[in-house]
């Protein structure tokens, strides 16, 4: 078993690769640009150059993979294309497990930011390469933002209103997906991963808090307020409405992931939010 992890020099897909080094798993991290994890060179982990729309360079770092880990792109509109082309590659380098970090629920979730992804798993089950699908919840540290902003104000903003975020950090995705990579039986399993204690946004805040030693507050906008505060703090209009559309959709339960999936692919439970923000200041 040879298990790759595309854009290893990425945050998630680091922690993968560091993950699965310590599975004793020797993991090769293929990254665009390889200089960013050096280091990970240095400690003996086979580092490979390959961009997700290069097929020479994919076929160079794919050769004798057996079980690959694609990490979602992150050029929004470009992604769906890149996808393809990292799928197609592993067709012809005879990659027998392919995994894929999706969203929670893609196939129905009406959040903006699940559009590529429902795409990208369609052509991935179409494809030659069994498929296993972590469709991973919220990250705490898609807070950090917030917390600075808690910090300097003593209030951080949202449009989530009184719905629950099923958050983990981003540490405890990177371990289920290595435990995954290096299980049996996992072609055709769809994982719904979620932290095991879902806060609303005012517990957020109360997590803040606690981590800050002063009050927090949560302002609940609604989606066009919150939007407009985005834009304003500098963030593009595109961007806002997407960020602005999946606080919203936390109202309706798009991130309360209740399966417990994630918990039993850790065998503990997930990091909470207050130890995230705690380690990060």
């Known amino acids: 078993m040879t298990v790759a992890v595309t854009g290893a020099s990425g945050q998630l897909g680091r922690l993968v690769v560091e993950a699965l080094a310590r599975k004793g798993a020797a993991p090769i991290a293929i990254a665009r640009t390889p200089e960013r994890i050096a280091d990970l060179a240095e400690r003996g982990i086979e580092v490979r150059r390959a961009a997700y729309d290069d097929p020479d360079q994919l076929d160079a770092a794919l050769a004798g993979v057996t079980r ?101 950090a981003r540490a405890d995705y990177a371990e289920a997906a290595a435990t995954v990579l290096t299980a049996d039986d996992q072609g055709g399993r769809v994982y719904e991963l979620g932290g095991d204690q879902p806060l609303t946004h005012a517990e957020l805040a109360d997590a803040m808090a606690a981590a800050l030693g002063t009050p927090v507050r949560y302002e609940n906008l609604g989606r066009a307020g919150y939007a407009a505060a985005l834009v304003a703090s500098g963030l593009p209009a595109p961007a806002a409405e997407v960020f602005a559309d999946s606080d919203a959709g936390v109202e309706t339960g798009a991130l309360d992931v209740t399966t417990g999936d994630l918990v039993k692919l850790l065998g503990r439970p997930a990091a909470t939010a207050e130890s995230v923000f705690r380690a990060a200041l």
């Open 68 to 168: 690959l880990l694609l990490v979602s792109g992150n050029e929004f509109g470009q992604r769906v294309a890149q996808h393809t082309t990292v799928l197609r590659a592993a067709e012809r380098a005879g990659v027998e497990l392919l995994a894929y970090t999706s969203i929670p629920a893609a196939d129905t979730t009406p959040l903006i930011l699940a559009n590529e992804h429902r795409a990208t798993e369609e052509i991935l089950r179409a494809g030659e390469v069994p498929l296993v699908l972590l469709r991973n919840g919220w990250y705490w540290e898609n807070y950090l933002g917030s917390l600075r902003q808690a910090e300097a104000t003593g209030a951080f903003a949202g449009a989530a209103a009184d719905g629950r975020v099923a958050g983990a």
